[in-house]
């Protein structure tokens, strides 16, 4: 099986800009990113499902390596669904935030700064624990009880 070069050469520029614009803080280009996700993943399904072949009916006369594999064209229409669901959910995010904020980016949480500047060591944490002792420790008086029993698990 020989895998079309030109499909994978657009595969990794879709996945490419799609993590670039994932990466920005606008939320139109976080929505434009995952829908270049999806559309490379659906390439990436396409090209393993190998050459054109048949369509998948049944015929008495043809072998059954001329047949298309229709599983990689069932997980598209799968991919295709999804991706509209969460395209839908992404504008619905979207215009909210537009009719909240009238801005399209993702705003620095306060919280989130402060939790990024505090520095990684506490002292509290990081103290050293005293070894604990507990009263289940084993006695001198329990081990002589154990070892006094016979095999038959009586005492003598």
Do not use: C, H
């Not at 990684?120 to 006695?139: C, G, K, R, Y």
């Amino acid at each position: 099986m020989s895998v079309n070069l030109t499909l994978l050469i657009v595969m990794g520029v879709l996945y490419a800009v799609g993590i670039y614009l994932l990466l920005e803080r606008s939320l139109t280009r976080v929505l434009m990113g995952l829908m270049l996700l999806a559309n490379g993943t659906n390439i990436l399904l396409l090209t393993t499902g190998g050459y054109s072949g048949l369509a998948p009916l049944f015929g008495k006369n043809i072998p059954a390596g001329d047949y298309n594999d229709p599983l990689p064209q069932a997980l598209i229409l799968t991919s295709i669904v999804i991706s509209f669901a969460v395209t839908a959910f992404m504008l619905g995010i979207i215009y909210r935030t537009w009719i909240l904020a009238r801005q399209d980016e993702v705003q620095d949480d306060l919280e989130d700064r402060r939790v990024a500047n505090q520095p990684s060591f506490d002292a509290e944490e990081d103290v050293e624990i005293p070894l604990e002792t507990t009263e289940f420790a084993p006695s001198t008086e329990n081990k002589d009880r154990n070892t006094k029993r016979n095999k038959g698990g009586n005492r003598q």
